[in-house]
Nanobody, 121 residues
């Protein structure tokens, strides 16, 4: 299994920047992709960004051009660089992984506990 632990959330002013980290650990054969999702209070969870094992990326429309997802394979860590933050970016950000495990033919998923990002003046 894959365990995911997020960090880096906090309070920032509008227009500011923040970088989130997600460290993956455990046993797995391969990771198909990892990503960040967010859920604001009273809202539905939405995709923020995804990065595949080959390094391809995908972003939600609301963060395109402002957020950047990246990986450090040596540290088993995925990052989310958030720039030009807006109050509407306020949400709990959760790390997600889709992976394969030995002896299992299908895909498995794992979620982190989430880290709160608050954008306010």
């Amino acid at each position: 299994q894959v365990q995911l632990v997020e960090s880096g959330g906090g309070l920032v002013q509008p227009g500011g920047s923040l970088r989130l980290s997600c460290v993956a650990s455990g046993s797995f054969l391969s990771i198909n992709f990892m990503g960040w999702y967010r859920q604001a209070r009273g809202n539905e969870r939405e995709l923020v960004a995804i990065i595949t094992s080959d390094g391809n990326t995908e972003y939600g429309d609301s963060v395109q051009g402002r957020f950047t997802i990246s990986r450090d394979n040596a540290k088993n860590t995925v990052y989310l660089q958030m720039d030009s933050l807006k109050p509407e970016d306020t949400a709990v950000y959760s790390c997600h992984a889709n992976y394969r495990r030995q002896y299992f033919p299908g895909n498995l998923v794992s979620w982190g506990q989430g880290t709160l990002v608050t954008v306010s003046s």
